[in-house]
């Protein structure tokens, strides 16, 4: 109840708005009171609009404002006779169609929204705030403040959506509250430069009817396939255990991946559908780390980096005894995130000498052979994992040595 109270007294708390010439992770200005990140300084000007990313702007608020008590997400668009059949449960007050996407950014899933800035505020607790939903509609982003300190903003603002090198990036308009299991909103242009899947998901509002009795029928219209989570559940525990969770990742890298349907378990843990397994991991023998299990889309560029390793006489450099594996089906360490281990998409290689927060001590050169072979190192992060690299595109082997 208090994060309804919130909505309806407190509209404007929370929210950061900042300026369109930000340098790295410092806002403009903070008018929160409450304390909670930021409070840069700096002068507010206009927002940085995109021409190709603009839609009209959103005007003064109407309409009910209240937060989603349901969402529903989907590998594939809804189609509008699902949607009106929702609309139609007996409780459903109101029913907001979006499109929902993760993508990787430093190995944490990043959940994008992009939606109606003039309709989808009135799910969050910054509805009111004119400033953040018009930078939206110019084809900004806002993001939640609990990631304020997350994302890595290049020198003038802009935060790219994937590990790719050509991944797109978008500048950062404010921080401000999402509604739960949102961590940051575009408007709906972004969906095509972003990849994602259109109409993907819903916020369904239930207003003075308890969620659980307007989530079962739900789940009878939209079938097995489509997730269904309460949001209080979710807020309370960062997810809702009881519902079959879909991450519709975008990116270059996504083909490896496709739809991710998993069930969570204890201790972090998470169990994907075994379909899935069956048709993306894999063991199979590389040069000098031996067996490993990983995703199959992985193995080509892997083995090619590990035999160039080879070949330029540096195996001495990877100790296979510090392999610290490539597929963890669970979340990352205290959070309800999905890492590339989840995907089988990422290894940590001299685990022991290469811990968080250091420059570690793997070899140069052997970073360069794997950053040849399309993957990240976790070494030029702001908070540095030197043990850890992901595929961050696709690198055909032949074609590589052809150019050479």
Same mark, same amino acid.
């Given at each position: 109840m208090r994060l309804r109270h919130a909505l309806t007294t407190? +509209?404007?708390?929370?929210?950061?708005?900042?300026?369109?010439?930000?340098?790295? !992770?410092?806002?403009?200005?903070?008018?929160?009171?409450?304390?909670?990140?930021?409070?840069?300084?700096?002068?507010?000007?206009?927002?940085?609009?995109?021409?190709?990313? +603009?839609?009209?702007?959103?005007? @003064?608020?109407?309409?009910?404002?209240?937060? %989603?008590?349901?969402?529903?997400?989907? *590998?594939?668009?809804?189609?509008? %006779?699902?949607?009106?059949?929702?609309?139609?449960?007996?409780?459903?007050?109101?029913?907001?169609?979006?499109?929902?996407?993760?993508?990787?950014?430093? !190995?944490? %899933?990043?959940?994008?929204?992009?939606?109606? @800035?003039?309709?989808?505020?009135?799910?969050?607790?910054?509805?009111?705030?004119?400033?953040?939903?018009?930078?939206? %509609?110019?084809?900004?982003? *806002?993001?939640?403040?609990?990631?304020?300190?997350?994302?890595?903003?290049? +020198?003038?603002?802009?935060?790219?959506?994937?590990? +790719?090198?050509? &991944?797109?990036?978008?500048?950062?308009? &404010?921080?401000?509250?999402?509604?739960?299991?949102?961590?940051?909103?575009? !408007?709906?242009?972004?969906?095509?430069?972003?990849?994602?899947?259109?109409? !993907? *998901?819903?916020?369904?509002?239930?207003?003075?009817?308890a969620p659980k009795l307007v989530s079962k029928p739900i789940e009878r219209i939209v079938g097995k396939e489509i997730s269904v989570q309460l949001v209080d559940i979710a807020t309370r525990r960062g997810i809702d255990p009881g519902a079959t969770q879909v991450a519709v990742v975008t990116g270059t890298v996504a083909d490896a991946v496709g739809v991710f349907r998993y069930t969570v378990l204890g201790g972090g843990h998470i169990a994907p559908e075994q379909a899935w397994v069956s048709s993306h991991i894999a063991t199979a023998e590389v040069p000098i780390l031996g067996s490993v299990t990983c995703n199959k889309l992985i193995f080509p560029q892997l083995i090619a980096a590990l035999s160039e390793v080879q070949s330029r006489g540096l195996a001495d450099k990877i100790h296979p005894e510090q392999y610290a594996g490539c597929y963890y089906p669970r979340f990352i360490a205290g959070s309800t995130t999905l890492s590339n281990h989840a995907f089988g998409l990422a290894l940590d290689i001299n685990a022991v000498e290469n811990q968080r927060g250091t420059a570690g001590l793997i070899d140069r050169s052997v970073v360069q052979i794997f950053q040849k072979w399309g993957f990240t190192w976790g070494g030029d992060w702001g908070y540095t994992d030197p043990m850890h690299f992901e595929m961050n595109s696709v690198v055909n082997p032949r074609e590589e040595s052809a150019r050479e």
């Open positions: 407190a +509209a404007t708390v929370g929210v950061l708005v900042l300026s369109a010439a930000c340098s790295g !992770n410092k806002p403009a200005a903070d008018p929160d009171p409450s304390g909670s990140p930021g409070g840069g300084t700096g002068a507010s000007v206009d927002p940085a609009v995109v021409e190709d990313h +603009a839609v009209p702007a959103p005007g @003064p608020r109407t309409g009910v404002l209240f937060p %989603a008590d349901v969402l529903v997400t989907s *590998a594939d668009p809804i189609d509008e %006779a699902m949607v009106e059949a929702i609309k139609q449960v007996e409780g459903v007050t109101g029913v907001e169609q979006i499109s929902l996407t993760q993508t990787t950014i430093e !190995n944490e %899933a990043l959940r994008v929204a992009a939606v109606d @800035p003039a309709t989808y505020r009135n799910y969050t607790s910054s509805a009111d705030s004119q400033d953040i939903w018009d930078r939206v %509609a110019g084809g900004e982003l *806002a993001i939640k403040k609990q990631k304020q300190d997350e994302v890595p903003l290049d +020198a003038d603002g802009y935060l790219q959506l994937g590990g +790719a090198a050509d &991944a797109p990036k978008v500048h950062v308009g &404010a921080y401000a509250a999402q509604s739960p299991l949102i961590d940051a909103v575009v !408007n709906t242009t972004w969906v095509k430069t972003l990849e994602m899947v259109p109409g !993907n *998901a819903l916020l369904v509002r239930a207003t003075g009817t």
